[in-house]
């Protein structure tokens, strides 16, 4: 056999062997997150507060399709949110509860806060409650952009880490 082939035949197993291990982390090793995905947003029900014209606050469910940008695998996501916002202005915050399912079921949840950034923009932080299964005893958090694309839609960009002990 020839040094070409070998070297070939080494760099396919390699290549095999280093996708079928991403999700596979070692005990209390930290691991890196990147995700991107859309949000689509269910329903809103606002309360008008009544101090300033535009000032609500609102309850209102989100659903989100991650696509990780680290193992190429593809989560869905729900979300409950709360809501303080200036519709006029623009000033306010966001703060809510998600839980992620996985493709083999386990599931990790969060807690996630964040504000406007500018005009169809917000950002803010993450982090994890707990976790189901494989995800038993998660810990970690991160930071997240979201852009609207339009009427309850949004592209959304998620880093931090996790560990799992």
Same mark, same amino acid.
């Not at 691991?31 to 609102?58: C, S, T, W, Y």
């Not at 696509?67 to 000033?91: E, P, Q, Y």
């Not at 406007?116 to 958090?141: L, Q």
């Given at each position: 056999?020839?040094?070409l082939k070998i070297i070939s035949a080494t760099a396919i197993i390699t290549?095999?062997?280093?996708?079928?291990?991403?999700?596979? /982390? *070692?005990?209390?090793?930290?691991?890196?997150? =990147?995700?991107?995905?859309?949000?689509?947003? @269910?329903?809103?029900?606002? +309360?008008?507060?009544?101090?300033?014209?535009?000032?609500?606050?609102?309850?209102?469910?989100?659903?989100?399709?991650?696509?990780?940008?680290?193992?190429?695998?593809?989560?869905?996501?729900? /979300? *409950?949110?709360?809501?303080?916002?200036?519709? =006029?202005?623009?000033?306010?915050?966001?703060? @809510?509860?998600?839980?992620? +399912?996985?493709?083999?079921?386990?599931?990790?949840?969060?807690?996630?806060?964040?504000?406007?950034?500018?005009?169809?923009?917000?950002?803010?932080?993450?982090?994890?409650?707990?976790?189901?299964?494989?995800?038993?005893?998660?810990?970690?958090?991160?930071?997240?952009?979201?852009?609207?694309? @339009?009427?309850?839609?949004?592209?959304?960009?998620?880093?931090?880490?996790?560990?799992?002990?």
């Amino acid at each position: 056999m020839s040094w070409l082939k070998i070297i070939s035949a080494t760099a396919i197993i390699t290549f095999i062997f280093g996708i079928a291990t991403i999700d596979c /982390a *070692v005990a209390g090793e930290k691991q890196k997150i =990147k995700f991107h995905g859309a949000i689509f947003n @269910g329903k809103f029900e606002p +309360i008008k507060v009544g101090d300033e014209e535009g000032h609500v606050l609102a309850i209102y469910t989100a659903k989100q399709i991650y696509f990780d940008d680290l193992t190429d695998g593809k989560m869905h996501s729900t /979300a *409950v949110n709360f809501m303080d916002i200036n519709t =006029k202005t623009g000033r306010g915050f966001v703060q @809510g509860y998600g839980s992620t +399912i996985y493709k083999d079921g386990d599931k990790t949840f969060r807690t996630h806060k964040g504000q406007p950034a500018g005009k169809g923009h917000w950002k803010g932080t993450w982090e994890f409650v707990k976790g189901t299964g494989k995800y038993e005893g998660i810990k970690g958090g991160g930071t997240w952009n979201s852009y609207s694309l @339009g009427h309850d839609q949004s592209y959304l960009e998620v880093e931090g880490e996790s560990e799992i002990p």
